[in-house]
């Protein structure tokens, strides 16, 4: 089972390029802000825990997102591989994610760094808002606070794989289908 990580700030392209690799290798996409999303739409108790987090740009506690992210990945054990988006977003989350892999006997396979500046950040949610319907696409604090708790609490979660040798760095600025060739590369290379 193929295992890989999508990881970048807040409208780096994390979502886009997901639905192409997905498509591609046949992976189930697990996205955590989906999933949050959906569970806030549906009121269900994670929901109604995740809401006012969301809504300001702050993380869900760790142990909320790890059990549920443990739960996807047992419903799709039998997968061909699975695509983490927006997960691990935090040491705490990745270091989890080595526990339960172990002892489930899986690996992540490679981790997909993709980067852009700041400015970009900000002008493609902006963009995005007018379509997703994303209330903390459309704020112009949330998105700068998005950014500042990436800035500060999930770009560790790159040297950590850096560390482990796992991290490909990909530039995030360019064509969606140069960008997308660059993905497969580091893919390919893995699987
Ligand atoms: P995203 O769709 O990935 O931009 O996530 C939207 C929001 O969901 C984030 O701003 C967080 O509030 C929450 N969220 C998504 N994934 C995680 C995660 N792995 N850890 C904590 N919070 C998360």
Do not use: W
């Not at 269900?44 to 739960?71: F, N, V």
């Amino acid at each position: 089972m193929l295992n890989i990580a999508i990881f970048g700030a807040p409208g780096v392209g994390k979502g886009t390029q997901s639905a192409l690799i997905e498509k591609k290798y046949n992976l189930v996409h697990i996205s955590t802000g989906d999933i949050l999303r959906e569970e806030t739409s549906k009121g269900t108790e994670l929901g109604l825990k995740a809401k006012s987090y969301m809504e300001q740009g702050q993380l869900i506690p760790d142990d909320l997102i790890i059990g549920m992210l443990e739960k996807k990945v047992d419903e799709n054990i039998n997968a061909e591989g699975i695509l983490y988006d927006g997960f691990p977003r935090t040491v705490k989350q990745a270091e989890a994610l080595d526990v339960m892999f172990e002892k489930k006997g899986l690996k992540l396979d490679t981790f997909l760094c993709l980067t852009a500046d700041h400015d970009t950040l900000v002008a493609r949610l902006l963009n995005r808002a007018k379509d997703s319907g994303r209330a903390d696409d459309a704020d112009v604090n949330v998105i700068e606070n998005r950014i500042k708790v990436y800035n500060e609490q999930t770009l560790p979660v790159a040297e950590y794989y850096k560390n482990q040798g796992k991290s490909v760095e990909i530039n995030g600025i360019g064509e969606i289908t140069d960008i997308f060739n660059t993905i497969c590369e580091a893919i390919d290379k893995v699987k």
